[in-house]
């Protein structure tokens, strides 16, 4: 297992921005497709940014199209989420892991919480 630790997460008003970082520790992600998830309250756990492994091709779900950037440095072992234009159905607790099928993923971390006021 690879821990992941999400960071960055808060409360910002509508418009705002976050950055959200996921170390890795232990094993290096470099070679790993990594993507960005997020679960609201009561809602499944959905796909929200993917990033190849060297950073050539990402893609990312319509609803935050246009306002987030996923990026990476595989030199820190890092993924992160630059998040513009929040909005308040982008409140969730944010988590990042390998894009791949259910039995490849790595641990989930404890996420990051993101909340945003209208």
């Known amino acids: 297992q690879v821990p992941l630790v999400e960071s960055g997460g808060g409360l910002v008003q509508a418009g705002g921005s976050l950055r959200l970082s996921c170390a890795a520790s232990?094993?290096?992600?470099?070679?790993?497709?990594m993507a960005w998830f997020r679960q609201a309250p009561g809602k499944e756990r959905e796909f929200v940014a993917g990033?190849?492994?060297?950073?050539?091709?990402?893609s990312y779900a319509d609803t935050v199209k246009g306002r987030f950037t996923i990026s990476r440095d595989n030199a820190k072992n890092t993924v992160y989420l630059q998040m513009n234009s929040l909005r308040p159905e982008d409140t969730a607790v944010y988590y990042c892991?390998?894009?791949?099928?259910?039995?490849?993923?790595?641990?989930w971390g404890q996420g990051t919480q993101v909340t945003v006021s209208s």
């Open positions: 232990g094993r290096t992600i470099s070679t790993y497709t």
């Open positions: 990033i190849r492994w060297n950073g050539s091709i990402t």
């Open positions: 892991n390998r894009r791949t099928v259910t039995r490849n993923l790595l641990g």
